[in-house]
């Protein structure tokens, strides 16, 4: 399959999507908060927050790796997005959630997996900028490992599909 087909943007909700992972953007003590990641956590059920609790927190732009419990999927990959300040560091760390929720999902078997639209809820980053390092970050892990088979940016609303589905259509031309 070549690239265009596994890398694919689509709207809903992330916690009812069935796949091998999906992500969650976390915050640094992967104790729940709100947006996805309180709504992952509500779909999972509290064997997940047990199982956070024992992680130990994650550092900005690092990611975890837990089961899925009562979501449709096997694994939960939790990742922390920079809190958007304008800063250079702020792309950088963004990339390294997707660089290492893939490096995690390519270590764990993982084919296809589900990333929300990480640091663009309260975390405040620019969508268009944030889907450009998302799209291209993945782009070129999957050329450079061959995996995962398939990777799902799922978004929630309209607008933010429509920027998604018009950046991946730019790179394939
Ligand atoms: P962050 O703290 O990293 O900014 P948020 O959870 O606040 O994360 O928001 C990240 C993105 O996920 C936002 O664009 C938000 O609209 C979107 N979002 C919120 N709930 C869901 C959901 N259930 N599935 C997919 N995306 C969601």
């Given at each position: 399959m070549n690239l265009e087909d596994r890398l694919k943007a689509r709207q809903g909700d992330i916690t009812k999507l069935a796949v091998d992972a999906i992500v969650n953007p976390a915050n640094?003590?992967?104790?729940g908060g709100g947006g996805v990641d309180g709504a992952i956590h509500r779909a999972a059920g509290p064997e997940l927050l047990a199982e956070c609790r024992t992680i130990g927190g994650c550092p900005t732009g690092e990611a975890r790796l837990t089961k899925g419990y009562r979501?449709?999927?096997r694994y939960v990959i939790h990742t922390v997005g920079p809190i958007f300040?304008?800063?250079?560091?702020d792309s950088r760390l963004l990339a390294g959630c997707y660089t290492n929720s893939l490096t995690l999902a390519m270590d764990h078997g993982i084919r296809t997996i589900a990333f929300p639209?990480?640091?663009?809820?309260?975390?405040?980053?620019p969508i268009a900028d944030a889907c450009k390092i998302a799209v291209d970050t993945c782009e070129t892990f999957m050329e450079t490992y061959?995996?995962?088979?398939k990777v799902i940016f799922m978004l929630f609303s309209a607008p933010d599909l429509d920027i998604y589905t018009r950046y991946l259509a730019s790179r394939w031309g």
């Open positions: 640094t003590s992967l104790l979501l449709p999927v300040r304008g800063r250079p560091e639209a990480i640091s663009c809820g309260v975390y405040g980053y061959d995996a995962p088979e």
